[in-house]
């Protein structure tokens, strides 16, 4: 293991090192270091660090990260992987492959100064999962596997991935997933959800493939208010709909439950409406 | 022209008569053209006939059409791959037809099963004692399709298509109806097409309704449709008061527009596209000239900015153009202003009366005091 460095001004640094501590700005070149926590701007090229933790802004080339949680400007230029990113602020990653992928604190209380409200990047980004804990604009370039979104996220097209799971409102022209959970926010703005699993229930309660999903943060069974989603249209295999309000809903098994207004439901095997629900027209296809 | 009659059994080869009457069992090898045709024992009909009246008071099964004026069946009609069209049916006992009915007034209150039924005025009204009194076995029923090439419900009309102008019918079992009117009670239909007057008992069970009023309906009135069921559910005590709420604002649109921002309290004049907002970035999202009378805080325009005196911050995508800035000045394009009180930067040239800060600009800079 390298030696350990605590820093105080600007510095440059090379080789191994195992915890490095700086409290002003540092640079760090073909460095392998074990633990990286700084109070000032870093700038890394061609290393290899297993933990930062960074309050300023940050620039690395074609490095390597275990765990990274930068709370300033965050640019990752030519190809970067890592563990974990968390990156509470603003990043633009020229490629950034990872395996779970976060855009702020645990603590929702967290207040950053100078931080948009609306936090949106730039870049490519690759991982199996993105953990949405802000207002966030999806206007990159992404391949999510999993999306957990616990704050408003906003996607100009077609949002696509694996598996959606959106605890809180969500803007998209349309949701494109294997299998989506969108609990219902009556500001939620989308157009139609195509996939294969579409649940949308005010009462979320993590299941097997929840919990097999890499993540940061413990997402606990909740519910939530009464709360209605409009959209146009849901299109999948199996359907299990409550408080939605929707043109069309299409698919296989149909379950429409409580406080649905559905104006015309198409099914080809099994439907299911309750009591407490509104649909206008049923056809069996 | 003679009359004949069958009182045993006996075969007619067709040909014209004043009337056609079987008591026994009889048979018709031929066409025949007839002012009365009765039969009350059992006949088979193997000819097409037209007749002015055709009284069915035993059993007849029909291989060709029927033609007549008016048409009334106590007993059992069966047509097999033939049809029967008249001015007027009448049926208090069971009909079968494999093919077409059609008829400008049918009454049916006995039992019927029929592939095509067409007419003006249409009342079915099914008698689940009407099998019974007309002697078929209800516990043969389930086989009935052997013997008449159609099923027989003793509680239900089945009709696959109905095309009339006025339907009323009650313990009707369809696939497709068509009617510009219908009052339907204890009905199952899958698909009905109806242009007018639609009244539907509760007891029914329509599977799809197609009018032409529908999808043409303004969204308020599809709303208005939503809001009276929504009530129904709240009278009903399915739904609090609180839910009734929620849905009948869903109904209205509810939730707030299109906002990326909290309450804050901050003047903002954003722009939409038809119902889409205008964002950071978009094309032409710099083309927008924002112009603000008064003073304000902190400014930040996409666009170019035409203000007064900004006590704050003033940030411009494009140009700036106002009065004093007691903060600092960003802007992508040129600078047009009085006293800066913080740092300027700006994409194209500055013009301005004083500068506390530093000034970084992409063309000239112009301080005068």
């Known amino acids: 293991m390298g030696r350990n460095i605590l820093a105080f001004g600007r510095r440059a640094i090379s080789g191994k090192f195992g915890r490095v501590m700086c409290a002003g700005d540092i640079s760090i070149n073909n460095g392998d270091i074990k633990s990286l926590y700084s109070a000032g701007d870093v700038d890394i090229a061609d290393s290899r660090i297993k933990k930062l933790r960074c309050a300023g802004d940050v620039t690395a080339i074609n490095s390597v990260f275990e765990d990274f949680k930068g709370a300033g400007y965050v640019y990752l230029k030519g190809m970067s992987k890592a563990d974990v990113v968390v990156a509470v602020g603003e990043l633009e990653a020229e490629f950034l492959e990872c395996n779970i992928l976060r855009n702020f604190s645990k603590n929702k209380k967290t207040k950053i100064n100078g931080l948009s409200k609306v936090i949106e990047w730039k870049g490519d980004f690759k991982a199996k999962t993105f953990e949405n804990l802000c207002s966030f604009v999806l206007s990159c370039k992404y391949d999510f596997e999993n999306i957990i979104s616990s704050n408003l996220l906003t996607c100009q097209d077609e949002l696509t991935c ?9 803007e998209a022209e349309t949701i494109n997933a294997e299998n989506v959970f969108i609990v219902p ?27 097999s999903i890499l993540k940061t943060v413990n997402y606990r069974s909740f519910k939530s208010n009464d709360e ?58 | 022209m003679k009359d004949v009659k069958i009182e045993g059994v ?16 009889g048979k018709l090898k031929g066409d025949a053209t007839t002012n009365i045709t009765t039969v009350e024992g059992m006949c088979k009909l193997k000819g097409m006939i037209i007749t002015d009246q055709f009284i069915c008071d035993g059993i007849v099964r029909a291989f060709r059409d029927i033609k ?69 076995p209800t516990s043969l029923l389930s086989f009935s399709s052997l013997y008449f090439g159609r099923k027989l419900s003793t509680d239900k009309s089945l009709v696959d298509v109905i095309e009339c102008t006025h339907l009323e019918a009650s313990g009707l079992k369809a696939k497709t109806v068509r009617a510009q009117s219908v009052k339907l ?37 599809m709303a208005n449709t939503n809001l009276v069921k929504i009530l129904d559910l709240y009278k009903n005590g399915k739904i609090t008061a609180d839910q009734a709420e929620t849905m009948i604002n869903s109904t209205r649109g509810g939730g707030t527009p299109d906002l990326l921002w909290e309450d804050d309290g901050k003047l903002r004049i954003v722009a939409y596209i038809g119902r889409k907002l205008l964002k950071k970035g978009e094309p032409g999202y710099n083309k927008i000239t924002v112009e603000y009378v008064g003073d304000a805080l902190n400014v930040e325009s996409y666009g170019s900015l035409i203000c007064g005196d900004v006590k704050g911050n003033a940030t411009a ?38 500068a506390n800060g530093r000034i970084s600009a992409g063309g000239g800079v112009n301080i005068s005091k």
């Open chain 1, 162 to 170: 694996e598996n959606l799971y959106s605890f809180d409102t969500i």
């Open chain 1, 185 to 211: 926010r009556v500001n939620s703005k989308v157009d139609s959800v195509l996939g294969s699993t579409i649940r949308i229930s005010r009462t979320f309660k993590p299941d097997q493939r929840f919990r």
């Open chain 1, 228 to 285: 209605i989603m409009s959209l146009t249209s849901i299109e999948g295999d199996t359907i299990n709909i409550e408080a939605t309000n929707a043109e069309l809903v299409s698919g296989m098994d149909v379950i429409i439950g409580d406080l649905c207004i559905i104006e015309r439901v198409e099914y080809s095997n099994a439907i299911r409406i309750s009591e407490k629900a509104i649909v206008n027209e049923v056809v069996k296809i």
């Open chain 2, 10 to 25: 006996g075969t007619i080869y067709g040909g014209d008569y004043e009337k056609i009457s079987i008591e026994g069992i």
């Open chain 2, 68 to 136: 007549a004026k008016r048409v009334e069946i106590e007993g059992v009609l069966k047509l097999r791959r033939a049809s029967i069209s008249a001015d007027s049916i009448r049926c208090h006992g069971v009909m079968v037809c494999t093919d077409e009915v059609s008829a400008d007034d049918i009454h049916i209150d006995g039992a019927c099963s029929v592939a095509r039924m067409y007419g003006d005025n249409i009342v079915i009204e099914s008698r689940e004692t009407s099998i019974i009194d007309s002697q078929i």
């Open chain 2, 185 to 221: 009670s204890n009905c199952v239909i899958d698909t009905l097409d109806c242009i007018g007057e639609m009244i539907i008992d509760d007891s029914c069970r329509i599977g799809k309704i197609i009018s032409d009023n529908q999808p043409k309906r303004e969204d308020k009135e």
């Open chain 2, 317 to 354: 995508g494009s140009s700036i153009q106002c009065g004093s800035i007691g903060g600092s000045a960003n802007s992508g394009g040129s600078m047009t202003c009085g006293d800066i009180g913080g740092d300027v930067s700006c994409g194209g040239s500055v013009n301005c009366k004083i």
